[in-house]
């Protein structure tokens, strides 16, 4: 998204290398990323990447950091073999692009990898976690597929739907004060309805300052103003896991 007026954290160029702790496995047609801890658990989070896919290094950060509080993680590719938005592609293209690839149409997908945790890997409790694009797909599945113990939704929400409250299990929905694709009164939007339909437990908790892709960014390229939040997002956000799943 280089041509946009209003770049993110994560539209800096070139990556540092980061060294994965997991692997790639097939699983159907998908591919995915999985990251294990270092003893069996029967608890397993599902990560929902960003528009920048699944291959993503702060996507894998983020699986890895998940594994390292004793969930096995895994990231599989949404896309299903298809391009990513690049850094470098036009954002005049971005609304063409998502019409390619919607966030709301990933059940299938859900499915496929639920029954992998569940026959291949022993999980019997499973959570999930997306961001911004991932964030959407949240939200829509935590309304869709009750096999989902808890959400938790970065910077992503679903917009045009009426149905978009009644969300089936604990779901928690992290943004940041300055996101210029969110704005504050969709927030507040949202929470109002969530008191007034939701029947489940539900948080929402605005990050100050902080602007959209905040949460993922790995060590070295946070900002020193920024860390505190970004830390506490990411405490927030296992702590949300770890109190249902």
Known sequence: MKNSAKPTPLEIGDRSHYGCL???VQIEYLKAYVCRPSFFTDKA??????????????IRYIVDLIAGHGYLAICP??????????STDHWADFADWMKDHDPMKVDKE???VLKYLKEQCGAKKIGIVGFSWGGMAVHHLMLKNPQLTAGVSLYGIIRDSEERYNLLNPTFFIFGEKDHTIALDQ????????????????K????????????????????????PYIEEARKDMIDWIKMFV
């Open 77 to 86: 590719d949404f896309f299903k073999g298809t391009e990513p938005w690049k």
């Open 22 to 24: 997991g692997h790639e």
């Open 45 to 58: 989070v599902i990560v929902v990447h960003d528009v920048f896919g699944w291959q993503f290094p702060d």
């Open 110 to 112: 859900a499915d496929v």
């Open 187 to 202: 927030i507040f939007l949202l929470e109002e309805k969530l008191k007034q339909y939701c029947k489940v437990p539900y």
């Open 204 to 227: 929402i908790k605005v990050y100050p300052g902080q602007v959209h892709g905040f949460a993922q960014l790995k060590p070295e390229d946070m900002k020193p103003d920024d860390k």
